[in-house]
């Protein structure tokens, strides 16, 4: 049980630090095409927002 938890955790991890580099080559690109472009202290609250939905879908599984 704990090694499956162990392996849960690496996986969020893993998950996690994707979405983070997708956030980090998307936000440029869209803020090309947007005329109000997010500006870089919006994105760890971006980041933080999708950390705890992912958390949040964890948790009811």
Not at 1 to 21: D, F, I, P, T
Not at 31 to 45: F, M, N, R
Not at 52 to 57: P, V
């Amino acid at each position: 049980q704990r090694a499956a938890n162990a392996k849960g955790r690496v996986m969020e991890s893993v998950w996690y630090y994707l979405n983070r580099y997708c956030l980090m080559w998307m936000v440029p690109l869209l803020g090309k095409g947007a005329s109000t472009k997010i500006s870089e202290d919006d994105i760890p609250s971006l980041e933080k927002e999708h950390h705890n939905e992912h958390l949040k879908q964890q948790w009811r599984k």
